[in-house]
């Protein structure tokens, strides 16, 4: 049973199952770190071989035969590194800022993720084991800040900080004790507050203790589209389910209405979601829940990668027939939506979230 007396939702692989790591790309650098020397103690059987950099692995990230092992090396392979550089980026969409990564890559495959679409053919965890100039930094960072002194879209009292932009967190922490160190640095933040998505259920983050200073964001979609498109993650159910476990752990947990694919019939399937989540979600979740309302962007280069592992989900995510180039805020060449077509889609998606979920104010929507 749950923290709340659900029964857990079954289908589902826990997140230390998506990893059998057989071999670690390290830099010495990180090698020499306790964090590294960490992680490598925690795969005691893999190999470790040494790399000059671990975001440009040999015959990983550079190997177009690589596409064909796409999900295995996801499973089987982690790089360790040393996080070059320490810059918060501004944001002000779903967060103020965006923290040093500590870790990039992720084991779980969704077709859509845009983080492949700067790696080339293979996309694993890569964790950085100088956790402690990152924490440093973030506390200098924050001091810099002073009070936030207005309320905005992303938080009306704190500065938030996302900490997972190029990784998944849940599944981050099973690596290693990155996650902890963040969200605890964070719960002595006043002015400040750690936030990430997730699209796993990741229960050991329920111990981390972190009194109000960290946002979990679950991203949800239609359950149909989330089992064609959301490879190796928690199913959406059980996403929801532990919103309930989060809340009396102490984060604040928003969702993510993400991404939003349009297809025949997709309003409807998030009608049936939207209730699905009146439904289950208590008055008490309800009253700090808030949500972002992402519509999907795709990649020409990642289309082309996914053609190679996973076709069946391109048929519903690469839409020429109704997409558009666009230059992203990373500076990327991706694609969306026609801007005209996708402004009428969002409002429709705004007003049935007004009629079905009036208590769930949109934070953040494009």
């Known amino acids: 049973m749950t923290a709340t ?75 360790l590194g040393v996080r070059k550089t320490l810059t918060a980026r501004r944001n002000e969409r779903s967060a103020n800022w965006i923290a040093p990564s500590t870790a990039n890559g992720c084991a779980m495959a969704c077709s859509y993720c845009y983080v492949p679409r700067h790696k080339g053919y293979a996309n694993p965890i890569t964790v ?5 100039q990152v924490v440093g930094y973030l506390q200098r960072h924050v001091a810099r800040q002073g009070p936030k002194p207005a ?77 064609l498109l959301d490879v190796r993650t928690s199913p959406v159910a059980q996403r929801i389910a532990a919103v309930e476990d989060f809340v009396a752990a102490g984060y604040e947990v928003h969702l993510n209405l993400s991404p939003v694919v349009v297809h025949e019939g997709w309003l409807q399937e998030w009608a049936e979601l939207l209730a699905e989540l009146d439904d289950v979600l208590s008055p008490a979740a309800k009253a ?36 558009e180039t666009k230059r992203s805020q990373n500076g990327m060449e991706n694609v969306r939506y026609r801007l005209r077509w996708k402004q009428v889609w969002l409002q429709r998606l705004l007003d049935l979230m007004a009629e079905r979920t009036p208590w769930l104010t949109v934070r953040y929507a494009f």
């Open 5 to 79: 007396g659900r029964a857990p939702v079954r289908g589902t692989r826990a997140p230390e199952q998506l990893l059998d790591v057989r071999t670690i790309y390290a830099e010495p650098a990180a090698l020499a770190l306790d964090r590294g020397q960490q992680v490598v103690a925690r795969w005691p059987g893999a190999d470790v071989v040494e790399v000059t950099s671990a975001q440009r692995v040999p015959g990983v990230h550079d190997d177009a035969a690589s596409v064909d092992r796409w999900v295995r090396t996801k499973t089987e392979v982690l790089a």
């Open 288 to 323: 700090q829940a808030a949500a972002e309302v992402i519509f999907l962007t795709h990649n020409a280069g990642l289309h082309e990668v996914n053609l190679g592992w996973h076709p069946k989900g391109e048929e519903a995510i690469w839409r020429p027939d109704v997409q």
């Open 151 to 227: 309320p905005d879209q992303c938080d009306p009292h704190a500065w938030v900080y996302d900490i997972g932009e190029n990784s998944d967190a849940s599944v981050d922490a099973v690596v290693s004790d990155n996650v902890r160190d963040l969200v605890t640095a964070f719960r002595d933040l006043p002015t400040a507050k750690a936030s990430f998505a997730t699209k796993q259920v990741n229960r050991g983050l329920l111990d981390y203790d972190p009194r109000g200073r960290t946002r979990v964001r679950f991203s949800v979609m239609p359950h149909r589209m989330a089992r």
């Open 128 to 132: 950085y084991a100088n956790i402690d």
